[in-house]
């Protein structure tokens, strides 16, 4: 129970000319329980020195929701005490001075169904920029099943995508087109297919890879699906490469993707930054044309990889699963970009279950209902090898692309030989762990093993055993394990 | 050519004891384990016949074994794969499958290319093994 009592001015006088403490406004209200239907969010609040911590977390609520920076008469027009968002917690954060956690509860009318743009436009809107505050970062979202409903969610799901293709039972394997500027369509496509027949299942265009002078899309998309085609004949499996169809307008991007669809390709690729409601334009129009939808999360660490300020990916990863898109990219925790592994696995669970309970150690602070919404496929991608493959597994699981990109093409004995390499380890590691075996410490061993009858993966091992990025994170969970949340 | 449908066919054939190993995963998962056998072997054939109903509430892989071995007595000459199916609540679908026989000789596939509106290429797929009946296709090994 919380004893600290409310201070909101009651009556009339809340409405007297001038202006008034957001946290007398009844933008803090300590004792309020969030309802089952309230949209609640997590912010990290730093206020700017002499500024009372309430006070600036009663402004967050303000001003993500009704409040502006004076009394205004035409409140009393409106039922506005349902609609002010209420801050109802403010804690410390642990070994932070000076930040606090402001758990504030907004009422489900605020939102427009089904829009990520209009939640966003709230949550993150005005509020990042307000002059009180040195930095805001929001950390979760507990998104109520009510309003979870209102979205149609991932376009195909991991189930159907892996029903779709035939695979089931291990992590999929792709790798993304290298150099990712420059190459011709000609060339291009000759790596897709050099990488699919060795034994990949995905290729990948690169986030900055459009319609550029060297490469226009219409000759990219071509050239791709002859490689697909014939790596899938040549195989008897189903390939697939993500056709980036991220252009300058939705007219452009629409028939982008109609041209990918015609040629029969499995998979479209859109980057994160053409925006929320073009993002979830295209999910549904993957879901209509039975097409996989990746989402490369290009932008993102602009805005999630600070501490102190921005949204953290936690969140941008469940926007993203309501808004639709089948793949995210989501980290690798061994590879080369940030990605502690706690945190990591806390976005992986965010991605694939159905519940999310509270864990405070993976910087998962709600409990999360997903109502059934499909299961968004995470993708691993950047600085990772064969010979990780155990720690691979063991961090990421197993409905996950793993994305070796350097690590099928740069291989010494050319493409295929990478993607054989990769597949073998793979299969070998899965295989061993399904034995019982302890493959996360007989990892090498096992990998060694497998090498003996593959020559590509015993190379593979030789050229990149002493590669690892092993660097300090820049945002790891505030909670250790032990953690239990303030009553 | 070799096929390589399955969580396991970039590595040696497996043997019955890794096979055993594989089926007893699933079976300590709950998992029901499928046979199944085709001498259609193209990636979209998603119906290959099954060899009885997916076993269901087993403890022990012998049993699935000896299933294995009567199935290859008469569909020796044809692929024939196994799969675990999780019948839990959001997956409902397979979890792991893969190939435990194969033909002897695998001719794989044509592509076959139909130049159609300007440069766009209309793409089939086809196993040279169908060009004979059900059945025989394999049947000369």
Redesign the interface.
Known sequence: MNMQQSITVRGKDRYKSGVMEYKRMGYWEPNYEPKDTDVIALFRVTPQDGVDPTEACAAVAGESSTATWTVVWTDRLTAAEKYRAKCYRVDPVPNSPGSYFAYIAYDLDLFEPGSISNLTASIIGNVFGFKPLKALRLEDMRLPTAYVKTFQGPATGIVVERERLDKFGRPLLGATVKPKLGLSGRNYGRVVYEALKGGLDFCKDDENINSQPFMHWRDRFLYCMEGVNRAQAATGEVKGTYLNVTAATMEDMYERADFAKQLGSVIIMIDLVIGYTAIQSMAKWARRNDMILHLHRAGHSTYTRQRLHGVSFRVIAKWMRLAGVDHIHAGTVVGKLEGDPATTRGYYDICREDFNPMTLEHGVFFDQPWASLNKMMPVASGGIHAGQMHQLLDHLGEDVVLQFGGGTIGHPKGIQAGATANRVALEAMILARNEGRDYVHEGPEILAKAAQTCTPLRDALEVWKDVSFNYESTDSPDFAPTATPAT | ?R???G??????D?TDE?IA??VQ?CLEKGWAVNIEFTDD????N?YWDMWGLPMFDLRDAAGIMKELADCRRVYGDRYIRM??FDSS??????????IVNRPKNEP????ERQEVGG?????T?R?YALDRPEGERYADQ
């Open positions: 050519m096929v390589t449908q969580c396991f066919s970039f590595l040696p497996l890794q190993a594989q995963y072997p193209h990636p979209r998603t799969s675990g609540h959001g997956w409902e679908s397979v979890r792991i499958s893969f794989g596939f044509r592509l440069r766009s290429v209309s793409y797929t196993a």
